[in-house]
């Protein structure tokens, strides 16, 4: 896995705490990379490599794009509309993935 995934995994983790409000799994599929997996069913709420797993949603971006959403440089509903960002299973927990995104950026 790429080390700047096991960055955000990392970060993603502390600055999410105990409970994400996701109420749902959600993976961030980053391609060759890597991917995120957000547990947002587990008490508390774990954020793991997604490699090899199912969620209620999957959002498949390239690294470069996630990076940009993060520092607010693309906005996720224009990046949807761009084909830059793919959605597939629940769109309802891939609406909660702006608020997570802006808890994410330090």
């Known amino acids: 896995m790429n080390a700047r995934v096991d960055t955000i995994i990392?970060?993603?983790?502390?600055?999410?705490g105990a409970n994400s409000?996701?109420?749902?799994?959600l993976k961030i599929d980053f391609g060759e990379p890597g991917s995120i997996f957000i547990d947002g069913k587990?008490?508390?709420?774990?954020?793991?490599?997604?490699?090899?797993?199912?969620?209620?949603?999957?959002i498949t971006l390239s690294l470069d794009t996630f990076e940009r959403l993060i520092s607010r440089q693309l906005d996720p509903t224009s990046a949807f509309m761009q084909g830059k960002l793919r959605v597939a299973g629940d769109m309802g927990?891939?609406?909660?993935?702006?608020?997570?995104?802006?808890?994410?950026?330090?």
């Open 10 to 16: 990392s970060e993603m983790g502390t600055r999410l």
């Open 21 to 25: 409000g996701l109420g749902g799994s």
């Open 42 to 58: 587990s008490t508390p709420n774990a954020v793991t490599s997604g490699d090899g797993k199912a969620a209620d949603c999957t």
């Open 93 to 106: 927990l891939a609406m909660k993935l702006s608020p997570i995104l802006q808890r994410t950026q330090g």
